[in-house]
């Protein structure tokens, strides 16, 4: 056993096994290191290479993403952009309806027209409306005079475009603006030409006046009709009271009830005066006649006949007797000869309806005239601070601005793109 763990060295030494395993490793160790240091190292790119092919890409790119859009840019605004005239139109809503105060519509709340502020918002949807459109472009012709620089195939209105894009081409040439403050509208209209420019705006104010004085038409008409039909109940009412007038002294036989009621009142006086003398009398023939004696009976039966007398007339006054259920009455009036004082209130009832009836028809009438009066006249209109005017030069396209702008633009995407893509190739 210890001969097979022995092994001889090359020199012809004897050495322990595990020995000579450790000594073959290190042997093959330095084997491989001496490979190492005996291989050739990878040529490296030369540098200046590197940095040659990074600096064409850098300009490559620039010049492609950059310049040749600015100098597409340059060469349309040179060339082919056409110059574009602004007028500056400035109005607000103005009302001149009169005051209404004590009038029947204003009582009822029924003005005629909504207010100007809200008046002002409808006039700046209105502007950029289809229909403000299609009315302008029958007037003007608005496509033929918004194709009329042919060779700007940016700015111009475009051939066989539908009515959705010609509305949006409409809302680029025409922009409105509103002071929140004052109220104030103020629209900037853009045309190829300086009358086209003062046309467009002058048919835009025309247009928007008009549409302010139709807003309130319908209103207009409806308290016109509404005074009408007031006027109209008031005219039945009155006829109504009169005609239960009629039938009321028809039925009663009595023109004025309140004056046959002041004559009732003095007759049943005098009579009560006379009674009082006859019971005076008869007291002084009582004194020295006695109950049987004519004159005595007779001052009796005028006592007697004088009561009855007062009596029928307190009766025709007012009726005492509990229990006693009213008249029939038709129509609202009695159609019996009741009491006076039946009578009196019946008719006292009719004198104040009769009276409300013609207040109310006088103030219908009022109310008529003044809505006749309004409808008549202009509700709303607009107060026009700037007048569309003639422009004296183009105010657009700004070709140097607009072009600094589009290099400044283009400039900081490359260079934001260049560095989002070198930092991704560093990470790699």
């Known amino acids: 056993m210890a001969n097979e763990q022995q092994k001889k060295t090359p020199a012809g030494k004897v050495v322990p096994a595990p020995f000579a395993k450790r000594q073959a490793g290190t042997a093959l160790k330095g084997k491989l290191k001496a490979k190492k240091r005996t291989a050739k190292p990878p040529r490296p790119t030369p540098p200046r290479r590197r940095k040659r092919s990074g600096l064409m890409g850098n300009i490559g790119s620039f010049f492609l993403l950059v310049l040749l859009p600015v100098l597409a840019t340059g060469l349309y605004y040179v060339l082919f952009a056409a110059d574009q005239y602004m007028v500056e139109t400035r109005f607000s809503v103005r009302s001149s309806a009169p005051n209404l105060s004590g009038g029947l519509l204003s009582s009822l709340g029924l003005g005629l027209g909504g207010s100007s502020s809200n008046d002002t918002y409808i006039i700046l949807e209105y502007i950029h409306s289809r229909e403000i459109l299609k009315r302008i472009d029958r007037k003007l012709d608005l496509k033929r005079r918004y194709r009329r620089p042919e060779k700007d195939f940016y700015a111009a209105l475009g051939k066989n475009v539908t009515m959705d894009d010609f509305l949006d081409y409409w809302k680029s040439m025409v922009s409105v603006s509103l002071d929140h403050t004052s109220q104030i509208i103020t629209v900037n209209t853009f045309a190829f030409s300086p009358d086209d420019t003062r046309a467009i705006s002058a048919a835009i104010l025309a247009e928007s006046e008009r549409m302010i004085n139709d807003l309130s038409e319908r209103a207009r008409q409806d308290a016109v009709a509404y005074a009408k039909s007031e006027v109209m109940k008031a005219e039945k ?84 007797r509990k229990g006693r259920k009213a008249p029939p009455r038709a129509n609202g009036v009695d159609t019996d000869t009741g009491s006076l004082s039946m009578i009196l209130s019946e008719y006292e009832t009719l004198l104040v309806e009769r009276e409300f009836a013609e207040k109310f028809y006088l103030s219908a009438l009022k109310g008529l005239e003044e809505a006749r009066l309004l409808a008549n006249r202009q509700q709303r209109y607009l107060a026009t601070f700037e007048r569309p005017y003639l422009p004296d030069s183009a105010q657009y396209p700004k070709k140097i601005r607009n072009t600094f702008f589009v290099f400044l633009s283009l400039t900081l995407i490359w260079a934001l793109g260049k560095l989002i893509l070198q930092s991704v190739l560093d990470r790699m």
């Open 237 to 320: 009412r009155v006829r109504d009271i009169r005609q239960r007038f009629l039938k009321f002294r028809n039925a009663n036989q009595q023109i004025d009830p309140a004056k046959q009621a002041q004559v009732q009142v003095m007759l049943v006086g005098k009579l009560e005066e006379q009674l009082a003398e006859l019971r005076t009398k008869l007291s002084e023939a009582l004194g020295y006649l006695s109950a049987n004696a004519p004159t005595v009976v007779f001052l009796k039966n005028r006592i007697k006949a004088v009561k009855r007398q007062i009596a029928e007339e307190k009766r025709k006054l007012g009726d005492k």
